[in-house]
């Protein structure tokens, strides 16, 4: 279930300031003197990075409102406190300054907005665009989970992404998936804070290969495989090679291609094996259904198409569906559903909303 708690009040307050600096960074009115100040904030505290890139991610899931996809000064900060190139997946360590007073804490806020107050028109509307910024920020906080902030590779609902990480390894990124990258000398960790992610591990015996994920670690050095995060509990299908599994009692496993396991925070089931080609079909385009329980069906597919599929009739919950369906065609799975269940009435209500009953 997704979280609705609220951020801390500090986390909360620097979101604000950081869409605040960002809706001025965007006004086309950004000076030199503006841009070191801005570098200087950010450059200040951890904290404050964090909360950048937050605003950043609010900014660029406004992208299609806005026209553009670009966003400028997204790159970290450098050595310096200029801008450099980012590569995939690789931190870069940024300096400790001191911060500018006329930054701190709401007070900071109130002077900037102040500063805008009194220039043009123009500037006056970017006020405006200030206070929708922090009011954004404050709502999409509620509605998204804290992990989605944490990460540094996410994907939207129904969207899929590849990335390529900086020992070489490529993770495909299902639907609604967020990841966080934690690479030492000594190991390559990621962290699956929720969703479903393929990875193709690039073979290092020195450095393992390390998903983790609802207290659950998957452990590879060369190999091929996915993890599905559901609440509590950890998927795992084995493509090809060989993974340890361990739950949080430090219960371990190990799979061979073809295994899969579900991982619970006190134990490890294996389950039937299934061949390797059949596994995460999601990564070509289909959804799968073997039996499946229609409720758990109507499930799957709310994580892929647009808008809901509620099911009101809880007596047609547990029967079952059987089939392979296309990710791009789910309106058509949805019309199927009928022909397993010829009880159930299909009822579009809009494009967005189709009601079972």
Same mark, same amino acid.
């Given at each position: 279930?997704?979280?609705?708690?609220?951020?801390?009040?500090?986390?909360?307050?620097?979101?604000? +300031? =950081?869409?605040?600096?960002?809706?001025?960074?965007?006004?086309?009115?950004?000076?030199? @003197?503006?841009?070191?100040?801005?570098?200087?904030?950010?450059?200040?505290?951890?904290?404050?990075?964090?909360?950048?890139?937050?605003?950043?991610?609010?900014?660029?899931?406004?992208?299609?409102?806005?026209?553009?996809?670009?966003?400028?000064?997204?790159?970290?900060?450098?050595?310096?406190?200029?801008? +450099? =190139?980012?590569?995939?997946?690789?931190?870069?360590?940024?300096?400790?300054?001191?911060?500018?007073?006329?930054?701190?804490?709401?007070?900071?806020?109130?002077?900037?907005?102040?500063?805008?107050?009194?220039?043009?028109?123009?500037?006056?509307?970017?006020?405006?665009?200030? &206070?929708?910024?922090?009011?954004?920020?404050?709502?999409?906080?509620?509605?998204?989970?804290?992990?989605?902030?944490? &990460?540094?590779?996410?994907?939207?609902?129904?969207?899929?992404?590849?990335?390529?990480?900086?020992?070489?390894?490529?993770?495909?990124?299902?639907?609604?998936?967020?990841?966080?990258?934690?690479?030492?000398?000594?190991?390559?960790?990621?962290?699956?804070?929720?969703?479903? &992610?393929? $990875?193709?591990?690039?073979?290092?015996?020195?450095?393992? $290969?390390?998903?983790?994920?609802?207290?659950?670690?998957?452990?590879?050095?060369?190999?091929?495989?996915?993890?599905?995060?559901? @609440? =509590?509990?950890?998927?795992?299908?084995?493509?090809?090679?060989?993974?340890?599994? !361990?739950?949080?009692?430090?219960?371990?496993?190990?799979?061979?291609?073809?295994?899969? #396991?579900?991982?619970?925070?006190?134990?490890?089931?294996?389950?039937? &094996?299934?061949?390797?080609?059949?596994?995460?079909?999601?990564?070509?385009?289909?959804?799968? $259904?073997?039996?499946?329980?229609?409720?758990?069906?109507?499930?799957?597919?709310?994580?892929?198409?647009?808008?809901?599929?509620?099911?009101?009739?809880? #007596?047609?919950?547990?029967?079952?569906? @059987?089939?392979?369906?296309?990710?791009?065609?789910?309106? !058509? %799975?949805? %019309?199927?559903?009928?022909?397993?269940?010829?009880?159930?009435?299909?009822?579009?209500?809009?494009?967005?909303?189709?009601?079972?009953?």
């Amino acid at each position: 279930m997704m979280s609705t708690e609220p951020m801390p009040d500090d986390a909360e307050r620097l979101l604000e +300031q =950081a869409c605040a600096w960002l809706s001025q960074l965007h006004s086309g009115e950004f000076s030199t @003197s503006a841009q070191q100040e801005l570098n200087a904030w950010r450059a200040a505290d951890s904290t404050h990075e964090q909360a950048w890139q937050r605003a950043e991610k609010l900014w660029a899931g406004l992208g299609q409102l806005r026209g553009r996809r670009v966003i400028p000064g997204a790159q970290p900060l450098s050595g310096e406190g200029g801008w +450099q =190139a980012h590569d995939e997946g690789v931190r870069v360590s940024r300096p400790v300054a001191k911060l500018d007073s006329r930054l701190r804490g709401n007070d900071g806020l109130r002077s900037l907005k102040g500063r805008v107050n009194t220039r043009t028109r123009s500037r006056r509307s970017l006020t405006l665009a200030v &206070a929708c910024c922090a009011l954004l920020a404050v709502t999409l906080t509620a509605l998204y989970p804290p992990a989605f902030w944490r &990460a540094d590779y996410l994907t939207g609902k129904g969207e899929q992404r590849t990335v390529t990480l900086a020992d070489g390894s490529r993770v495909m990124l299902n639907t609604a998936t967020a990841l966080a990258i934690h690479f030492d000398d000594n190991v390559r960790r990621v962290e699956l804070l929720t969703g479903e &992610a393929f $990875f193709e591990v690039a073979k290092n015996p020195q450095r393992p $290969f390390v998903v983790s994920s609802a207290g659950s670690e998957v452990r590879a050095v060369g190999t091929a495989f996915s993890v599905q995060r559901q @609440s =509590a509990q950890t998927q795992v299908e084995l493509v090809e090679g060989i993974v340890e599994i !361990q739950d949080a009692q430090q219960h371990r496993e190990r799979l061979t291609a073809g295994q899969s #396991a579900l991982i619970s925070g006190h134990a490890i089931a294996l389950q039937a &094996a299934k061949r390797p080609e059949n596994m995460a079909l999601w990564r070509d385009g289909y959804l799968e $259904f073997d039996g499946l329980p229609l409720h758990q069906a109507v499930a799957q597919i709310n994580q892929y198409r647009p808008g809901r599929v509620v099911l009101l009739n809880p #007596a047609l919950a547990d029967k079952r569906i @059987s089939g392979l369906f296309r990710l791009d065609a789910l309106d !058509q %799975a949805i %019309a199927s559903l009928n022909a397993a269940v010829p009880e159930l009435q299909i009822v579009s209500v809009t494009p967005y909303l189709v009601v079972l009953r």
